[in-house]
């Protein structure tokens, strides 16, 4: 291990049911069980796993890193990467950064070997390497990264994250290309969040267990809903652009109202009119004799709405001139004035990595009840009490469901012909992954054609945009048409936890969106 050993690396105790996840030996499409056959036949988007002739090589030094948030399966990406380089050649090593880029800067690291291997099998969370936010896009920090690749002897640096690393890896293949450093960069999709998909990506990994945990507790809550009959939960989910994880519980689950903040954007719906339409739920309900009920908030959702926007904006543009929300004018400061005193100090807390407000510290739920509360108090037959629930880093790193240990293998796997055959700039992927592992395909997509321009601290930047939710796609189809009738009807599901050992049905069941999307889903 390197002089900056990381107590990352040690592995704590196990429960029953992680030392039993160790047993589980994950499948893998066709072609990766001999990947000396394996080779790429360019598609014209992409490149795509055939069966050839015998290819041999010789041994391959690979880095690989987590970035970013952690989700479940990221054990597995390195399970399947240690696999494929070991089959490729048994003298191959594989080298895991300890903390993210910021310790592969530094060329903080371990040799993972078979020891390593053996603990981390189908486990949750980023445990073995840990993760950080650092990026790698400055010029000297390019000169670093090239240092760390030569001093180390990588053919090889594998990132395994969203759409901001992906896109930072692009650029650091573009830079050892130009310096003629023989070590080709892959992309790895990883994001709970779903936003990371189109142009050949299916599904990030980490995005099927999150939403499964997610609706397996949305249902617990609304059996609590129709058990204690008194209570509205109002639960914050994780999705500040995009709104997919609120899309998936609530075709999961059939809460009351569920919100797309896609949606709101596009209608121009005020964060007004959002309360107004909560409450006429409430009092419709309560006239039905029913004051309980479910919402879910997408973590975006005050941004999306119109007027909330504007007031942010504004806020954003005050804070990086030293400002405070103190000198907003106009309807701006009327609407920043009429929000809770709480809300008003989340509002005000220091802009994230990006320049930006940090929603996902302001309590949109908790927002949303007071606000709701102020207009129904009055009205005959309403009781509201509101419990609000923020549903984020509960999913993150979780035990990863069959299909998520199962994708992240092979997308490891993947990752590993990638650089045997020195194909830099590429993101691995599956393509067929709402059919059975046996048709599933192995393809790798370049990640410049998922680049477009956008604003980054005042500047363009070429990076990858996030996948929104398509508001002319089934599944948002499917949700538009089912939810007026959620709204006083109980159609409440409770999924309930995730399941491991029914391999033919429930415990490798993909999640409705991705079903849905790819349109031989019998969910409904």
Not at 55 to 75: E, I, K, N, T
Not at 178 to 206: H, M, Q, Y
Request: hydrophobic share 35%.
């Amino acid at each position: 291990m390197h002089s900056g050993e990381s107590k990352l690396s040690k592995h704590p105790t196990k429960s029953p049911l992680e030392k039993k996840r160790l047993d589980y030996e994950v499948p893998v499409f066709p072609i990766l069980k001999n990947i000396q056959n394996a080779y790429w036949k360019d598609e014209g988007k992409y490149i795509k796993l055939l069966a050839h002739e015998t290819q041999h090589s010789p041994p391959l030094r690979v880095g690989v890193m987590f970035s970013g948030g952690p989700a479940a399966g990221g054990l597995n990406v390195l399970w399947g990467l240690y696999k494929g380089l070991k089959d490729i050649h048994s003298e191959s090593a594989l080298i895991g950064f300890l903390d993210g880029a910021g310790g592969f800067l530094e060329d903080r690291q371990i040799e993972i070997t078979d020891k390593e291997i053996a603990e981390i099998k189908n486990q949750g969370g980023f445990t073995l390497l840990g993760t950080g936010r650092t990026k790698i896009e400055t010029e000297g920090q390019m000169r670093q990264a090239l240092e760390v690749v030569k001093k180390n002897r990588l053919q090889g640096l594998v990132f395994v994250g969203g759409d901001d690393t992906n896109t930072n890896a692009y650029h650091l293949s573009k830079y050892l290309e130009k310096e003629k450093a023989r070590c080709s960069v892959v992309g790895i999709p990883k994001t709970i969040d779903g936003d990371l998909k189109g142009g050949g990506i299916e599904a990030s990994f980490g995005f099927d267990t999150a939403t499964k945990t997610y609706s397996s507790m949305i249902g617990n809550l609304n059996k609590d809903a129709l058990s204690a009959k008194k209570y509205w939960f109002f639960v914050k989910l994780m999705g500040r652009s995009a709104s997919h994880v609120t899309l998936e519980c609530a075709l999961q689950t059939k809460p009351n109202l569920a919100f797309i903040s896609e949606e709101v954007q596009k209608k121009k719906i005020t964060f007004k009119k959002i309360v107004e339409m909560v409450a006429k739920t409430v009092i419709e309900r309560a006239e039905a004799g029913k004051n309980y009920g479910t919402t879910l908030i997408p973590e975006g959702l005050i941004e999306a709405c119109s007027d909330m926007k504007a007031m942010i904006d504004a806020c954003n543009t005050l804070k990086k001139e030293g400002k405070s929300a103190k000198d907003l004018t106009g309807e701006e400061k009327e609407l920043f004035d009429s929000l809770p005193p709480a809300i008003q100090k989340q509002l005000q807390k220091d802009l994230d990595p990006h320049g930006n407000m940090q929603l996902s510290l302001v309590s949109t739920d908790q927002l949303i009840a007071e606000m709701v509360e102020e207009k129904v108090k009055d009205k005959k037959g309403v009781e509201f009490k509101v419990v609000p629930i923020f549903y984020g880093y509960d999913g993150r790193c979780a035990l990863p469901s069959n299909f998520d240990a199962t994708y992240c293998y092979n997308l490891g796997m993947i990752a590993s012909i990638l650089v045997r055959d020195r194909k830099t700039g590429f993101m691995a992927s599956v393509k067929g992954l709402d059919q059975p592992v046996g048709e599933w395909s192995g393809i790798a997509i370049p990640i410049e054609n998922m680049m477009s321009q956008e604003e980054r601290h005042g500047k363009l930047k070429s990076v990858i945009a996030k996948a929104l939710v398509d508001l002319k796609g089934k599944p948002f189809k499917e949700f538009s048409k089912k939810r007026d009738k959620w709204k006083i009807e109980d159609h409440y599901e409770s999924p309930g936890p995730i399941q491991y050992d029914d391999e033919a049905s429930i415990g490798f069941s993909k999640t409705l969106t991705l079903g849905l999307e790819q349109k031989k889903s019998s969910f409904f």
